[in-house]
């Protein structure tokens, strides 16, 4: 009774942290560029019950006790998501790998998928929370912007003339695991330099970007709610599991001889 009450705990732990992670997709549903969670569990120790029939016996029937469940690891899903049409020429979708560097106002870089830019006072390429992206300064006197699918940053000024005026470079990471989410839809890199790799738009295994698009979160209602009700039901299993070993240790605290 006492393994079936930690078994049942183990697994209401395990699915409370299902249920939050679903629930954190489905409140990011309209967030630009997030990407979901997915949860992987991993069986805990088992125990070794009935060793019929050894040494002699030829056969090794054995039965096992599990011991519950533990959730493994958190995986984040960076599958692309829907490419919305904006027709705001700073809204550059990623049409494929690659994320965007932006320097917080310390420093630091954070890197992101979100492609909501616009220019602030000074010329530089900002998201909507300020954070510069990296590598674009332009003259607050450029004409006349657009941005070209291989990241060239092009101005036309008065005198009709197009000039090239900056360059938007993208980054991959060998070690995604090391690439974690911080808030604001960004993301800090943990691991060493030789991990990342960074290069223009549309060459080799980079995306091309999209000006006048949008990248969506790429979580499925559907399928979102399907695991909340998946979550929910075995949620309700492993605390009848706990009831029933509860009251199977009241009847037993209430024999008599």
Request: hydrophobic share 40%.
């Amino acid at each position: 009774m006492l393994r079936a009450l930690t078994s049942g705990v183990s697994g209401l732990n395990a699915q409370q942290i299902k249920v939050d992670i679903i629930a954190n997709n489905l409140a990011n549903v309209n967030t630009r560029g997030f990407k979901k969670s997915r949860v992987n569990f991993n069986e805990l120790l088992s125990k070794s019950m009935l060793d019929s029939g050894l040494p002699v016996a030829a056969e090794n029937n054995q039965v096992g006790l599990g011991g519950g469940v533990r959730v493994a690891n958190v995986d984040r899903i960076y599958d692309l998501g829907n490419i919305v049409e904006t027709g705001m020429m700073m809204d550059l979708a990623i049409g494929g790998e690659g994320f965007f560097k932006v320097l917080l106002p310390d420093g630091e870089e954070r890197f992101t998928r979100d492609g909501s830019f616009r220019f602030d006072q000074d010329g530089s390429i900002v998201t909507s929370a300020g954070y510069k992206l990296e590598g674009v300064q332009l003259a607050p006197s450029a004409g006349k912007i657009n941005v070209c699918p291989d990241g060239t940053i092009m101005a036309k000024d008065e005198g009709e003339d197009t000039t090239r005026v900056g360059q938007i470079r993208l980054y991959m990471f060998t070690n995604m695991s090391k690439l974690h989410a911080v808030g604001e839809n960004l993301y800090s890199f943990t691991g060493n330099t030789g991990e990342v790799l960074t290069g223009r738009p549309g060459v080799e295994k980079f995306g091309e970007l999209k000006p006048g698009f949008i990248e969506a979160a790429n979580v499925g209602l559907v399928e979102e709610m399907t695991n909340l009700i998946e979550a929910q039901r075995a949620y309700g299993f492993n605390t009848r599991i706990v009831r029933t070993a509860d009251e199977m240790w009241s009847m037993a605290n209430n024999l008599r001889k």
